[in-house]
């Protein structure tokens, strides 16, 4: 079983839209969830990091937490078409274990 | 304060090649890891150095390795290259002070084999 588990997608959502992208992990060993985004032909950027259950905003984007289901979420309000991108989940382990990534596309 | 910078960008090799790979690090950092990146396989850990020695290292086989330098740079190495190593290499660096670390990327080498 992997560490972190991704919806591949891919996602497309009209403008405006709110979108939610999702992964869950196995083990609960280091509490430490990162969210990263991803262009085309770039390497991954940092986007968010959490070290707790619940939620931590920053501008359009939360990061959510539940530790009772493995379950870490990403949500953006508002999208844009910039926000067009992959997103990754990463969880700190012995290593740091990414997801696939999610492939969002977001329609003017 | 600078990024990661990763040389060269695009590498077209044979299979039975090898090649080198560069990333120097953000000023300050001491830990740089190595990623191969594959539309099937997402984000794989190849190794870790901190402090010019290997810290972690993940599975991959013994034509993959790595070092680092004095000053952080670090280099990768992948011999009798094989179609299936066509892929992005990227390179992270951090502080390397331990839990909760923040991994800042490169963006890339992208390799292909023919």
């Known amino acids: 079983q992997k560490e972190v588990e991704q919806d591949p997608g891919p996602l497309s959502v009209p403008e405006g839209a709110i979108v939610s992208l999702n992964c869950t992990y196995s083990n609960s060993a280091f509490q430490y969830f990162m969210w990263y985004r991803q262009y085309s032909r770039k390497g991954p950027e940092l986007l968010m990091y959490?070290?707790?259950?619940g939620n931590k905003e920053d501008g359009r984007f939360t990061a959510q937490v539940d530790k009772s289901s493995k379950y870490i979420s990403l949500f953006i309000r508002d999208s844009q078409p910039s926000d067009s991108a992959t997103y990754l989940c990463a969880k700190e382990g012995n290593q740091f274990y990414f997801g696939t990534g999610t492939s969002l596309t977001v329609i003017p | 304060k600078a990024g990661v910078t990763q040389t060269p960008r695009y590498l077209i090799k044979t299979r039975g090649q090898q090649v080198t790979l560069s990333c120097s690090p953000i000023s300050g950092h001491r830990s740089v890891s190595w990623y191969q990146q594959t539309p099937g396989q997402g984000l794989q850990f190849l190794f870790e150095y901190f402090s010019e020695t290997q810290r972690n290292k993940g599975n991959f086989p013994g034509r993959f390795s790595g070092r680092q330098f004095s000053n952080s740079r670090s280099e990768m190495n992948v011999s009798t290259l094989e179609l299936g190593d066509s892929a992005l290499y990227l390179c992270?660096?951090?502080?390397?002070?331990?839990?909760?670390?923040?991994?800042?990327f490169g963006s890339g080498t992208q390799l292909s084999v023919l």
């Open positions: 992270a660096s951090s502080s390397g002070a331990g839990l909760e670390e923040k991994l800042f």
């Open positions: 959490t070290y707790s259950s």
